[in-house]
């Protein structure tokens, strides 16, 4: 299974909004709704943003949403914060329990 | 608070075995399907086995030569890893979750080296 596509990089002001772009197939992010989005800071785990294309765990910041169109996913941050300054990558659930990574997209807070 | 704990990373040479231990707390551990997700050296994420009430099921690279298995008297996640090669080299994440990757442990580095 391929990966999904992103962005290798995103940059931002503190203060704007960016968005990051996860385009995949129509057998995976055009035909699943169990697409994630999740942060990783440098040498740390992966933190859950975004789950179901648009819904937020407990404890993330409503600044983070999550929207689908057709076979492309997107992850927009607003209110852009030093902190956000990190890796974010996109995932979709496909059949025979295959859980489908994109590249990663670095963002920077100029 | 849910969390996981790996172990039993380390050097092995190519050819060399290995299994990985992750505990799971804060959370009723046999009602959850568990992964473990690698990342090779500033590489992304990609997802190696899942264990759940279906069955086991395997990425495409490791199939044949890792097997997942679970204790959930124990709360225990394991990975053994055969027949490793140099490109298994990563950082291996215990994670829980089918359509997601709710949790993450911290990660365990791997590494295959003559």
């Known amino acids: 299974q391929s990966a999904l596509t992103q962005p290798a990089s995103v940059s931002g002001s503190p203060g704007q909004s960016i968005t990051i772009s996860c385009t995949g197939t129509?057998?995976?992010?055009?035909?699943?709704?169990?697409v994630s989005w999740y942060q990783q800071h440098p040498g740390k785990a992966p933190k859950l943003m975004i789950y179901?294309?648009?819904n937020r765990p407990s404890g993330v910041s409503n600044r983070f949403s999550g929207s689908k169109s057709g076979n492309a996913a997107s992850l927009t941050i607003s209110g852009l914060q030093a902190e956000d300054e990190a890796d974010y990558y996109c995932?979709?659930?496909?059949?025979?329990?295959?859980?489908?990574f994109g590249g990663g997209t670095k963002v920077t807070v100029l | 608070e849910e969390q996981l704990l790996e172990s039993g990373g380390g050097l092995v040479q190519p050819g060399g075995s290995l299994r990985l231990s992750c505990a799971a707390s804060?959370?009723?551990?046999?009602?959850?399907?568990m992964r473990w997700v690698r990342q090779a050296p500033g590489k992304g994420l990609d997802w190696v086995a899942v264990?759940?009430?279906?069955?086991?099921y395997y990425a495409d690279s490791v199939r044949g030569r890792f097997i997942i298995s679970r204790d959930n008297s124990n709360n225990m996640l394991y990975l053994q890893m055969n027949t490793l090669r140099v490109e298994d080299t990563a950082v291996y994440y215990c994670?829980?979750?089918?359509?997601?990757?709710?949790?993450w442990g911290q990660g365990i580095v791997v590494t295959v080296s003559p």
């Open positions: 179901e294309v648009t």
């Open positions: 129509s057998s995976d992010v055009g035909d699943s709704k169990y």
């Open positions: 264990i759940g009430y279906s069955g086991t």
């Open positions: 804060g959370f009723t551990f046999s009602d959850y399907a």
């Open positions: 995932s979709s659930y496909t059949s025979s329990s295959n859980l489908v």
């Open positions: 994670v829980k979750g089918l359509t997601l990757a709710s949790t």
